[in-house]
């Protein structure tokens, strides 16, 4: 499984933090997951369900509520209808970058949020819940010792799973203005009600409103023994792998394939530069890399310096080259492995040096292991021809532009 960071707008110029749970190979399906009530995309079960979820072939997107965790924004400013907002500018975000949502799954209060937002999602083919409650207003009974002040000072300060969060009258009454039977009846597509049977946190009867509220196709599952947070990892894997196996059959048959190569133009990199030492994140059209420096120069050598990546994109590229030639040719090539060296040199003479300009050139060692005992004299030199013509050592080669403007956001 492999992991990928992202950001999204919320539509109310915050952004939000999230990741990206992809599967070993081609996805199932979009999925997108939303987390109980002052929790996070980094919860155990809100990692375990995805990752579960990604295990059976599903890729999955799980996000912080503007915020929360890593999110932007002010929790106190939040009501039930910004986290309904919030998913749906999630599920539209996933649409236009990656593949539509098919499948939504909410934890907790999520899954009264997931109810709600699958009207706006018309990509939703099947919708889950985990311990939800049948309206957001249950909320309400975490707040009973604040409640009188918030309704006289229009804000408290409560205390919720060991952290101290800002509640506003707003927020309570936006809590009784969703009329969930009549979201739940209008739902239009296949339900999962998954509860524990003793969740003294939302009663298992929540579970039987939604269930009785529904129309079919509806399923009910029974999380027997589990508490409220599935803080036993073993019931967040078996919500996560029994909603993964579920919802197939609902969904699109012929889902976007992730692992389709990128366009060859236009790809775009994004460098996240180190607020201190040399460590830098890299996203390499949505894949994660590291670059570093050795420890002798400053840095802690948990990646290649920017020179290694330089040197193992012209490898890589190299190779499929080499690659595409000899499966077009039908030669015996069996793997070609290419290894590279790069240093300055001086030189005697060069074509444009001057007095006031150093004599010295970027100098690129590449050597080619061509593996394939039935190839001959004559295929390896020509393919040792064909490695110089790559499209990344042709543009090393060429004259190349580069244009720095100023990001204004």
Not at 329 to 336: D, S
Not at 338 to 362: I, Q
Request: with cysteine.
């Amino acid at each position: 499984m492999q992991t990928r960071t992202l950001t999204f707008d919320n539509g109310r110029g915050h952004k939000l933090a999230a990741r990206l749970d992809l599967p070993a190979g081609r996805p199932r399906g979009q999925a997108l997951f939303a987390h109980c009530f002052t929790c996070s995309k980094n919860l155990h079960a809100s990692t375990a369900v995805s990752r579960a979820l990604a295990d059976v072939g599903y890729s999955v997107l799980r996000f912080d509520f503007t915020g929360l965790g890593s999110s932007e924004g002010q929790f106190a400013d939040t009501q039930f209808s910004t986290n309904v907002e919030d998913l749906v500018a999630a599920g539209r975000m996933l649409e236009r970058d990656h593949q539509a949502p098919q499948l939504l799954v909410g934890h907790s209060l999520g899954g009264a949020a997931v109810l709600r937002a699958a009207a706006s999602l018309p990509s939703v083919r099947a919708v889950a819940t985990i311990a939800a409650p049948a309206h957001p207003g249950h909320v309400e009974r975490l707040l009973v010792g604040a409640r009188e002040q918030i309704e006289s000072q229009g804000r408290a300060e409560v205390e919720l799973a060991g952290r101290r969060f800002t509640i506003t009258k707003r927020f309570l009454e936006d809590l009784g203005a969703h009329p969930m039977r009549e979201a739940i009846a209008g739902l239009g597509r296949a339900l999962l009600v998954m509860h524990a049977p003793l969740d003294d946190t939302v009663g298992i009867d929540n579970a039987t409103q939604i269930f009785t509220a529904a129309r079919h196709p509806k399923s009910f599952v029974s999380l027997d023994g589990a508490d409220h947070l599935l803080g036993d990892r073993r019931d967040a894997v078996f919500a996560g792998t029994t909603i993964g196996n579920w919802a197939a059959r609902y969904l699109d048959p012929t889902p976007v394939d992730l692992d389709a190569p990128a366009p060859a133009q236009g790809e775009e990199v994004v460098v996240r530069g180190p607020t201190s030492g040399f460590r830098t994140e890299i996203d390499a059209t949505g894949h994660p890399l590291v670059a570093d420096e050795p420890k002798a120069m400053g840095g802690t050598n948990t990646g290649t310096g920017p020179y290694g990546l330089l040197l193992a994109g012209l490898g890589a590229c190299t190779a499929m080259t080499l690659r595409m030639y000899a499966d077009r040719k039908g030669w015996p090539l069996t793997r070609a492995d290419v290894r590279l060296r790069h240093d300055k040199v001086h030189v005697t003479d060069c074509e444009g040096c001057t007095e006031d300009r150093p004599r010295k050139l970027d100098h690129i060692e590449r050597r080619l292991d061509l593996h394939g005992d039935a190839l001959t004299p004559q295929q390896r030199a020509r393919l040792v021809e064909i490695a110089d013509r790559c499209p990344v050592h042709r543009t090393l080669e060429s004259e190349i532009r580069i244009e720095t403007t100023l990001d204004d956001e």
